[in-house]
């Protein structure tokens, strides 16, 4: 129930929609969000995009990093941020909200109030910057959300690596011939599930793999007494120690996984992470051949914590 009491900004003026916009007026445009803290409150970040109703077809999308806030501010940022979006593409469209944060849709919508002060301020300028009456809010879940949920992580990433967000290139469409005659590509059945790393010292492993986890955009999902594990980009990695981890050094020139590999991000943020992960347990491998050690068009940082285990980190190609 609406409260007559003005929790929901009834200060504010809803904007009115510019008649003069260039363009055929869209009926409807689709804006996902969502913000996410690491800590919350901790390193946050959020993203959006504007999706096509009719096609499904990503129109526009953003990132930005919030700094040190909650989760809640850095979802509120993320529907400012798509409302911009969606009112800059058409400031005469209907918007329709969809967010896997039940707080601010319910907020939104009027059917709960907005107690905190930051969010008070950010739902404000929501409702100042598109007409509320314009706007309709919908639960997702999590899972439904994932592209705004990608654009958040890589915001926080970004930040938390010094750099600013850049929007992925856009893919080359194939010509229609070329699509008549190419065979369709089949299905991967086996995608990779997870990663599971015994160790001898958890919390060892915890200090250098799990910092890096973290950085390279994992958020941490479960944690025991023998083991811990951090989830991202449709996986899950996991570390355990414990009885059934056999005595000696890990070897990784041993038969078996030799390490693993990450996309990190551009050179420089691969630089950059490679110099940090030195306070963290890591040291460079191959430091002469560096950064070309996987080949002179392969730019990559190859590290290995104090318990032996290798992780490549693989920059972006330089187009």
């Known amino acids: 129930m609406h409260d007559p009491a003005g929790t929901l900004f009834d200060d504010v003026s809803p904007s009115t929609p510019d008649d003069g916009a260039a363009g055929p007026a869209r009926d409807l445009l689709i804006v996902e969000a969502d913000g996410g803290s690491r800590g919350n409150p901790g390193h946050a970040g959020y993203g959006a995009l504007v999706r096509d109703p009719d096609t499904g077809a990503?129109?526009?999308?953003?990132?930005g990093y919030v700094g040190i806030a909650s989760n809640n501010?850095?979802?509120?940022?993320?529907l400012l941020a798509g409302l911009e979006l969606a009112h800059e593409i058409d400031p005469r469209c209907r918007i329709l909200v969809r967010m896997d944060s039940k707080l601010v849709v319910e907020q939104m919508s009027g059917r709960w109030k907005i107690k905190h002060a930051?969010?008070?301020?950010?739902?404000?300028?929501?409702?100042?910057?598109?007409?509320?009456?314009r706007v309709r809010y919908e639960w997702i879940p999590r899972e439904k959300n994932k592209d705004a949920d990608r654009l958040s992580n890589e915001a926080m990433d970004a930040g938390m690596a010094g750099v600013d967000w850049k929007p992925r290139a856009p893919q080359k469409p194939q010509k229609a011939a070329d699509t008549a005659t190419a065979e369709a590509p089949r299905a991967a059945s086996g995608s990779l599930h997870?990663?599971?790393?015994?160790?001898?010292?958890?919390e060892a492993a915890r200090s250098s793999m799990g910092w890096l986890f973290e950085r390279l955009g994992f958020v941490p999902k479960d944690s025991w007494n023998d083991g811990a594990s951090w989830v991202g980009n449709g996986t899950y990695l996991v570390i355990e120690a414990g009885p059934d981890v056999v005595p000696?050094?890990?070897?990784?020139?041993?038969?078996g996984v030799n390490h693993l590999a990450f996309n990190a991000g551009s050179r420089a943020e691969v630089d950059l992470l490679a110099r940090r992960a030195a306070s963290h347990g890591w040291?460079?491998?191959?430091?002469?051949?560096?950064?070309?050690?996987?080949?002179?068009?392969h730019y990559a940082a190859y590290l290995e914590n104090s318990e032996g285990f290798e992780v490549e980190l693989v920059a972006e190609p330089d187009n």
């Open 73 to 78: 501010v850095a979802e509120y940022s993320g």
């Open 194 to 202: 997870h990663v599971e790393i015994w160790v001898r010292d958890l």
């Open 248 to 255: 000696g050094s890990h070897e990784r020139r041993r038969q």
């Open 283 to 297: 040291s460079l491998l191959f430091g002469d051949r560096h950064p070309y050690a996987g080949g002179h068009d």
């Open 118 to 133: 930051d969010m008070q301020k950010l739902a404000g300028q929501a409702r100042r910057l598109v007409d509320p009456r």
């Open 58 to 63: 990503i129109l526009v999308e953003k990132a």
